[in-house]
């Protein structure tokens, strides 16, 4: 008997430690309750096993079956939330909620059942216990059950202790799989959410290059002959037009005419042109309203009269048409109609086509505008040409005007740094000059015979300072041409490197250091160190000396004491890279007109008017990112960029 219990305990503690390793192996909770339940086997009779968690904090009728394997009942479905009856109704749910053990027998429940209280919603068990999974507070995760169907397989005390000790180890393990399980769930319905929404925006920027394109048709096309079958194709973009149809109404003469038609059944249209009243054209025309109908409605009004004498094929499945209106003006009308039962357009086809068909009137009416004038625009063709020469040449000169101003950039931070190394090269020659005046002397003692062991070891002390001070500042002079070099060469260059931003960021200030020194303004950086970009390190370097130089000029009056922070961090692929100073700040007005061309608020007195401008471009351009910029007045300035990490990648993307 002793020896029955003591395999018994091994098994137990085995368990126990494979709860543990599964605890830390396993991603997945239906994977880790497997294990489990293979493991309990090898303890007790576990053929009917099964864990209910609590889907929402609070509410411990609201769980999902995660784990579920009975002899008898169907296994729920374990991504289907369950409501669980009251706790006297249910014994999973008096579990979750009292936070106790639970151990009923058959009888035990047929007796409840005779007193008017029915436990559980499955079938009745010859043995059931349940312990509930508790976390690190004592609140409820949820419940973890075992029962027996027969007689012969019962469980003891030690059965149900043992069960209670598993239970309490399970629960361990579960907090940690169970958030990763919400958490992952949460990033699905996210994503679902993410597709529709990016379902949406493409819809959207379909219908904007849609519209884009009948503006430009409506700009380049003289005539609207030309228009209808390029229309054709761009509705066809957004929704299916296998049948189509324009009509233009002639308010002069009362007549409908169509320009252009493609149908399924008949190869031309039954009449080219037609007195207004006729047709379906003339009844969304005398409504001014899209109309969406069914094979019903159609045929209802046509019976009824609504639809004087429809033309062509009325064997239709569904149809739509919009009228082309411009205030109260109608040009004619769009019409779509299938005769497949398959395709049945919605009122949001409508929408759409109702969309179209008013920039389609709006395209139509420039059109006839631009006819109007064609012959007041031919005597302004060449003061047009003129003053596109003129607009050629002012944006020549505003280019070479942004190049210069990088050029300058660069040409003072060649003049700071030179500046700057002068001092400690200047330092170099000093200590240089006197080591040799020094050596000099030293032989002179040396020859007259006078050179005692004083004079010796002054002359040592004597060589030892200057070869300090000698290595001091070369060192200093060598960091500063260093990172100047790197500096200037990215800024000259258009190419694609790897670089640490941490370590780049730094060797920018280290450049800009002439600029910052005697300033009461410090510079905080806090960017991973291990943050790698393969980028356009010359654009980086260009938008950090722009924002520092522009926070000096502008954000600090005269000595005013300050602070810049820089900080870089990681969001996906792309960077988060934000810079933030505690300056004057700038009113409404001023930060509307931040980022145009010659724009400052210092003319005259070292602003440019670009530094802000080609900083924006940078940003947009070759990083192709964002850029949002916040601002009030004694509130400092705050720009928060947001780019690719890799540009490789985003381009190859792209």
């Not at 094929?313 to 004619?332: F, H, N, Q, R, V």
Request: with cysteine.
């Amino acid at each position: 008997m002793m020896e029955v219990r003591l395999r018994r305990l091994e098994a137990v503690q085995s368990m126990l430690l494979e709860i543990g390793q599964r605890s830390t192996s396993c991603t997945d909770i239906v994977q880790f309750l497997r294990a489990v339940h293979g493991a309990l086997g090898n303890i007790m009779y576990a053929a009917n096993f099964y864990v209910a968690l609590n889907e929402r904090d609070g509410d411990p009728h609201a769980v999902r079956f995660v784990y579920y394997i009975d002899e008898v009942d169907e296994a729920p479905d374990p991504h289907e939330v369950a409501r669980l009856a009251s706790p006297e109704q249910s014994p999973t749910a008096w579990v979750i909620l009292n936070r106790q053990r639970l151990v009923l027998t058959a009888s035990e429940h047929y007796s409840r059942q005779s007193e008017g209280e029915l436990i559980g919603h499955g079938t009745v068990s010859e043995h059931w216990m349940g312990c509930p999974l508790l976390d690190q507070n004592g609140q409820a995760l949820g419940a973890i059950v075992i029962q027996t169907y027969d007689k012969q397989h019962t469980y003891s005390e030690e059965d149900q202790a043992l069960f209670a000790l598993i239970a309490n180890h399970v629960s361990s393990a579960l907090q940690g799989l169970q958030s990763m399980d919400r958490l992952e769930r949460a990033v699905r319905e996210r994503t679902l959410r993410l597709e529709h929404e990016v379902a949406e925006r493409r819809r959207a920027e379909s219908l904007q290059r849609a519209l884009y394109e009948i503006a430009s048709l409506s700009a380049s096309v003289s005539d609207s002959g030309a228009l209808p079958a390029r229309l054709h194709e761009i509705i066809s973009g957004l929704l299916t037009a296998r049948n189509f149809l324009i009509a233009l109404y002639h308010p002069d003469s009362g007549d409908i005419s169509i320009p252009y038609f493609v149908d399924e059944k008949d190869h031309e249209a039954p009449v080219k042109r037609f007195r207004y009243g006729l047709g379906m054209s003339s009844y969304v025309l005398r409504h001014k309203r899209p109309e969406l109908l069914d094979a019903a409605r159609y045929a209802e009004l046509a019976a009824s009269g609504e639809i004087n004498e429809p033309l062509g094929s009325k064997d239709i499945a569904s149809w739509m048409g919009a009228p082309m209106l411009l205030g109260d003006e109608a040009y004619g009308v769009i019409i779509v109609q299938s005769y497949d039962n398959s395709v049945l357009y919605t009122q949001s086809d409508l929408d759409v086509l109702a969309f179209m068909a008013s920039h389609v009137a709006v395209a139509l009416a420039r059109m006839r505008a631009d006819r109007a004038i064609l012959q007041a625009k031919a005597s302004l063709e060449e003061q047009n040409a003129a003053l596109n020469h003129a607009l050629t040449q002012l944006q020549t000169a505003q280019t070479e005007l942004v190049r210069q101003e990088k050029l300058a950039s660069l040409g003072r931070l060649v003049a700071g740094v030179a500046h700057e190394i002068n001092t400690p090269l200047g330092i170099c020659v000093t200590a240089t000059s006197h080591l040799v005046q020094e050596l000099k002397l030293v032989k002179e003692d040396l020859a007259a015979g006078q050179l005692d062991e004083d004079g010796l070891n002054g002359f040592f002390d004597t060589v030892d300072q200057s070869l300090r001070i000698l290595t001091t500042n070369t060192q200093r002079a060598a960091a500063l041409v260093r990172s100047f070099k790197q500096v200037a060469v990215d800024q000259s260059s258009e190419n694609i490197r790897n670089f640490n931003l941490s370590k780049y960021v730094a060797e920018v200030l280290l450049s800009l250091q002439p600029k910052l020194k005697g300033k009461p303004v410090k510079v905080e950086v806090n960017c991973p160190p291990d943050l790698q970009l393969d980028s356009f390190p010359g654009a980086v370097s260009q938008i950090v000396t722009n924002m520092v130089m522009n926070s000096l000029v502008h954000g600090f009056d005269g000595d005013q004491p300050g602070t810049i922070r820089i900080t870089g961090k990681l969001d996906g692929d792309h960077v988060l890279f934000d810079y933030s100073d505690d300056g004057i700040g700038m009113d409404a007005v001023t930060l509307g007109q931040l980022f145009d061309p010659f724009f400052t608020t210092k003319r005259g007195s070292g602003g440019s008017g670009l530094g802000a401008h080609i900083l924006y471009n940078l940003v947009t351009g070759p990083l192709g990112g964002t850029i949002n910029v916040h601002s009030a007045p004694g509130m400092g300035l705050h720009y928060q960029l947001r780019f690719p990490r890799d540009q490789r990648k985003a381009k190859a993307a792209a």
